[in-house]
């Protein structure tokens, strides 16, 4: 499969049709911004996660009286997406049902993507369709993993993402990759510009991911900036409109994902219920639901 690259005066950007994901965020300055996806670690770039984002309980649902079987953060990263509408700057790329897919999720679905670059931005827009006669339930979510150490001669934990609203950003632990409802403070993020020298950061370190993922839920803020003290390149990122952020690694790996997710892992006590899982949503027949994520490199 041939990789699609979009392209314009300060960055190009790389996605391949599997997944539908973004595997290389190229900018002028000659700094690839995306992790690139040594197996040792992770093997992945930026998978999009649909219908369901993290993991079911016991890889299990219900809907209407009748059991579904989902693997973590769903189907659409291994399959397939038709590209279409490519120009130099923008690209859209489309999953709908097949027999495959209505044997574990039993609705009528398009996915499209749209990737599409403004100046040094790239924006993700995920559109779902409901192309059935009856309501839907979804979730979806993306997993874009940037590269840390960014420059040469730097290290992890020359890093930090930086926040600008004031809060205290409570991570929710997961046992066995399911949210329990045991919750811990990570950072209190100060009111301050996030170039101010006495901003309030997270300081990246791989230890905060030996129990996984940063679970956040319903944040004040929905823009960070990964960065360093030690030289004057990073990213920012964009997550308005998404209720849950996941920030994750793998062990000791040199990356970091931030993760924008509308819907969010099973809870330890849940249900099952597809229709009552946090953070679903519920799409009419006939209906369009859109969401927009970006990152600015620096």
Known sequence: MKMITLKNDIVSASIHPKGAELRSLLHKNGLEYMWDGNPKFWGKHSPVLFPIVGTLKDDTYFFEGKKYNLPRHGFARDMVFIAKSINKTEAVFTLSENEQTLAVYPFPFILSLRYRLVENRLLCTYEVNNPGKKEMYFSVGGHPAFAVPLVKDSQYTDYNLLFSKPEILYRYKLENGLTSDEKEVVATVACVPVTDDEAIKLPLKPELF?????????????????????????????????????????????????????????????????????????????????????????
């Open 210 to 298: 030996y129990e996984d993922a940063i679970v956040l839920k319903h944040l004040q803020n929905h823009y960070t900036t990964l960065a360093s003290d030690k030289h004057p390149h990073g990213l920012h990122f964009d997550f308005t409109g998404f209720p849950y952020l996941g920030i994750w690694a793998a062990k000791d790996a040199p990356f970091v994902c931030i993760e924008p997710w509308c819907g969010i892992t099973d809870n330890i006590n849940h249900n099952q219920q597809l229709k009552e899982k946090e953070g679903i949503i519920s799409l009419k027949a006939g209906g369009t639901w859109q969401r927009t994520w970006s990152v600015s490199c620096f």
